[in-house]
């Protein structure tokens, strides 16, 4: 089947506008995570999704960022009056459940750039 | 702080070498897992090793676990030039939370 698919692959946008990134994950993976990584870095985790349970949002850095979840499919990331330091891949993954020796599976990631 | 270093932060090698990273991290683990990633792509899973193993092989990869160091490495035998890529060890922590936890990667750099 088909892998982590995430959309677009490229996004410019100016400073202070609004940009929504999708995830489409694995069907059937009822885990859907999002991280961010900035240039020549690792990945930040951002938030986590499993099952109908409350996210994990631990990891976003400012009340700009948001997600939803449609269920156990669809996923977006929605970064609003988004800053030049936003600017960097954001990377979905998803795993067949949020159990701890379970493998993500990452989609190619969204590269932002904030001009 | 990220639990997961790797060292070293870049590595270059000769075609048909073996390369070896390293990866610290601090906290008790269910598992570690190494992820490779190649320029601009998203990553991909290479190997993953319980906390109650100590030595893992597939393919051309070796990983080890030293749980009493907390450390692991992982080598990668007569390497070629399609290894070329970034590599990241993650960790599971033993707690409640599930959720990886990824180090800061080796840029590994194959010199034909």
């Known amino acids: 089947g088909a892998g982590v698919s995430q959309s677009p692959s490229n996004k410019v946008t100016e400073k202070g506008k609004d940009v929504e990134l999708r995830c489409d994950p694995i069907s059937g993976h009822t885990a859907l995570y999002w991280y961010r990584q900035r240039l020549g870095q690792g990945l930040e985790f951002l938030i986590y999704?499993?099952?109908?349970?409350?996210?994990?949002k631990s990891g976003l850095p400012s009340d700009r960022f948001s997600a939803e979840r449609t269920g156990e499919s669809v996923s977006t990331l929605t970064i609003q009056r988004t800053q030049q330091e936003d600017s960097a891949v954001y990377l979905c993954?998803?795993?067949?459940?949020?159990?701890?020796?379970?493998?993500?599976?990452f989609g190619a990631g969204t590269r932002l750039s904030v001009l | 702080s990220q639990q997961g270093e790797e060292d070293p932060q870049a590595l270059s090698i000769q075609e048909g070498e073996n390369a070896t990273m390293n990866c610290s991290y601090k906290?008790?683990?269910?598992?570690l897992q190494w992820y490779r990633q190649n320029s601009g792509r998203g990553l991909v899973h290479l190997i993953l090793?319980?906390?109650?193993?100590r030595e893992k092989h597939s393919g051309r990869l070796r990983v080890t676990l030293d749980t009493s160091k907390k450390s692991s490495s992982l080598l990668i035998t007569a390497s070629r030039a399609a290894d070329t890529a970034s590599y990241f060890c993650?960790?599971?922590?033993?707690?409640?939370?599930?959720?990886?936890?990824f180090g800061t990667g080796t840029r590994l750099t194959i010199i034909p």
């Open positions: 906290t008790s683990i269910n598992n």
């Open positions: 090793i319980r906390s109650n193993e």
């Open positions: 993650a960790t599971v922590p033993y707690s409640y939370d599930e959720k990886l936890t």
């Open positions: 999704f499993q099952g109908n349970s409350a996210p994990d």
């Open positions: 993954a998803s795993s067949l459940e949020g159990r701890r020796a379970n493998i993500q599976y």
